[in-house]
């Protein structure tokens, strides 16, 4: 699914990811958790093909493709989503609008019937409720007045019409109350799936519980300070970032 | 250093021009010649005209707009004729779509069997000017004198001495009327020049719905220099959308004169998408206690189109409330200019004035000039100004395409919500999607929406 090689990422000349590596494949999901400033983010940014950072070193292998040579509709296209950590608010746009449009240009392009207005609403009805999204929502402003809790739901429920093969969920739990968080794992674990692979980009191990990943990766400064399984999510609330921070240091 | 000669140091604040020589020989041929106060008012007004030439960009009100290139271009009357012969094509083109009665100007001129005004409401007259001179001298000599006044303008000037037709629009206190006036420049011998007049009086009550479409058979080059004389009397109601859609070979200098009695209330709103230089100037009069206005206008241009918004509003009276909003989109080489001015006298307390100029930049090479303007002499009173000039904002658009929207599609996504947003003020819902088609129209045309 996912091949990442000696990935090196710089933002304004400042080196964020250094010799980054990740095979994950289908079926599978990955947690990658790190203290702030480690490189989460950019790791999801540069997947997904945002501007303004520069590959220095390495290489990402998507399904067969070279990513990097993708633009970011195509890489969505080719089943790639970025569930946001601070969904971009655009007033003007109606939520309902945006959804259809993005989910016929990636049914176009896989081959699909796009969907007419009709058959749309009743696909998204199917979905929202699931998520708890009313349909009042669906007609404000994209984003535009939705709580915290109410973005990153609206973040699943785009995951959700899109059907990708790699989701990344970035920081998906932040902002989360309790109630919300579990709302937004059910959404999570329901995707799941033998021919879906994710990526769940954390810092805290709180998600985890409701979203359990078969492998937890710590990222500290840029690199994997240690991998392992679900378990070790759970060795990193006991101790903190601290204990590994320091590890990569005196590995380097 | 030699002393400067006379000749050197006078202010050129004008453009010569051969207007007062096309005058003369068309003199005796203009409708109306007969009547000799409508022939010694054209007299009066090619003399100001001769005085104020064409303004140049000295003069403060059109220092953004260069209108040298127009006095180069030898426009000519339009021959009716040529007019009568574009006759099926616009009726094809421009299909009558909705109950409201409907004027049809071809190159200026009304066309009858176009028009339809079959079912007008009683206490509603709207006739023809070229038709109002030749049976009804004393009913236009009556309307002119009702509707403001418009010395000192060059251009206005221009169009009192060479005005040849366009409408009188009254209602009497209480009525109701919609109406279309729709402009279409067609094929001449060259480009022509015409200058339509439109006078309206609405009575004390009445409520008065006018939709203008400014449009062209092909991208031919011609100038229209429509004047509008408004007076609306007490607690009387005019919307006012107007679509300008002329040929990006057109010139169209547009001027709105409006005085707002007691109560009343305007609302203009312009969608400009054509021309190569259009100028659409209003002013506003609010002259009795309460009296508000609500200008509004979007504008989407590209490569070297030139539009020019200049509005002046006064507020004479107490509480007035007035609204100036326009927001552009540039690309290309596009110029867009928002002059707004609005003065408050002394006397007219508890006064809301609102200015606002936005514009979206396509291309670094678009140039958007804003000007918003406050003149205060009452101290009582909430005005407040602003204007800002942005980008497509790059985390929008990113965020749009990485959901699989190409590129160009989310831009036009992007474009239309600026522009719907505010069309939501629009405050007649067909209005409202009259004008959004314009703004779709050309977001089609313009960018190269989805792939090939």
Redesign the interface.
Known sequence: MLEIKGLSVSVAGKEILKDFSLSVAAGEVHAIMGPNGSGKSTLSYVL????GYDITAGSVLYRGQDLFAL???M???EGLF?A?QY??E????GSA??LK??VN??RK?RGEKEYDAMEFLKVMREKRDALGISEEMMRR?LNVGFSGGEKKRNEIL?MAL?EPYLAVLDETDSGLDIDALKVAADGINALRSPERAMIVITHYQRLLEYVVPDYVHVLADGRVVRSGGKELALELEEKGYSGFTGNAEAAA | MGAVSPQAARPSRSIELPYAAQFAAAREELPGHDLSWVTSERDAAIARFSELGLPSQRVEDWKYSNLTPLAKTDFTAPDRKAAEAARAEVAERFPKESAAGRLVFINGMLDGPLSALEELPAGVRVLGLADAMADEGDLLKSQLEAVPALNGHALAALNAAFMADGCLIILEPDTELALELLFVAAPDVGAVAYHPRISIAAGAGSTLALGEQHTALGELEYWSNPVTAISLGETAQMRHYKLQEESRRAWQTALTKTRIAAGAAYENFVVATGGRYARNEIKVVLEGAGASCELGGGFLLAGEQHVDNRLRVDHAAPDGTSRQTYKGVLDERAHGVFQGKTVVHRGAQKSDGNQLSRALLLSPNAIMDAKPELEIYADDVKCSHGATVGELDGEQMFYLRARGIDEASARSLLIAAFMDEHLQSVADQAAREWLQGAVSRWLAQHLSVGEA
Do not use: D
């Open positions: 997904a093909g945002r501007e633009e970011p509709e890489r969505a296209r970025l946001f969904p971009v655009i007033p003007g746009v609008t945006f449009t993005a240009a990636i392009h402003t785009q899109l």
